[in-house]
């Protein structure tokens, strides 16, 4: 297993980075939260979790361990694999994740594209013994929007998790006061979250 990758960042996508290791490029998916912290040039340390499949190999990246279990551990529930963890992860925290397994909160998991009611009921049960307690520990989002612009990039990160362009082009649109408003360049992580959320509400 790798479990981190670590060295210069050689390219930037809207859902994956390329590290060089080695004298090697190694793609590495992440969410758009974690991107926004990466910059082309700068070094990085990612933790990693593989997946290996009969006819791929896909290298996964997060900001901290604590992520990347949460990742794994989110997997051993029946029907949820590497993509709609990955999902979970782009619009919540890891201890946002364990505070909604651990009070039952179905309408957090709903927010995730590709998980319904019947869905979100089942992850609570079957969760709820695994991932454990919230931390207590709020992290703040990090870092800043990554090179193409806020948009191309929710955009993207949108299109990603499933919805139509139609749809993203709309979420896009709806957060754009959000970003304009924001100090400095926008933090996609956060944009992510409030486009999903008026995607939710036009459901």
């Known amino acids: 297993m790798i479990a981190f990758v670590s060295g210069p960042v050689a390219a930037l996508a809207p859902d994956a980075a390329v590290v060089e290791v080695g004298g090697i490029g190694m793609a590495v998916q992440c969410t758009p939260n974690t991107l926004s912290g990466l910059r082309i040039g700068q070094q990085t340390k990612l933790a990693t979790s593989l997946v ?97 612009g806020w948009s191309e990039q929710l955009h993207a990160a949108l299109i990603g998790l499933g919805y139509a362009t139609r749809e993203a082009d709309e979420a896009v649109a709806a957060v754009a006061p959000q970003a304009e408003a924001a100090e400095g360049t926008p933090q996609v992580g956060r944009l992510l979250k409030a486009a999903l959320q008026t995607l939710n509400r036009t459901r």
């Open 52 to 148: 290996v499949r009969e006819d791929s190999l896909t290298l996964y990246g997060f900001a901290d361990d604590d992520e990347r279990q949460t990742f794994e551990l989110l997997q051993t529930a029946s029907g949820v694999g590497p993509r709609l963890a990955q999902a979970m992860l782009a619009v919540h925290t890891p201890d946002d994740l364990r505070r909604a397994v651990s009070t039952g909160d179905e309408k957090a998991l709903t927010a995730v594209p590709g998980i319904g009611k019947k869905g979100a009921q089942k992850l609570l049960l079957e969760l709820k013994d695994r991932l454990g307690a919230p931390l207590g520990t709020a992290r703040p989002a990090i870092g800043t929007a990554v090179a193409g």
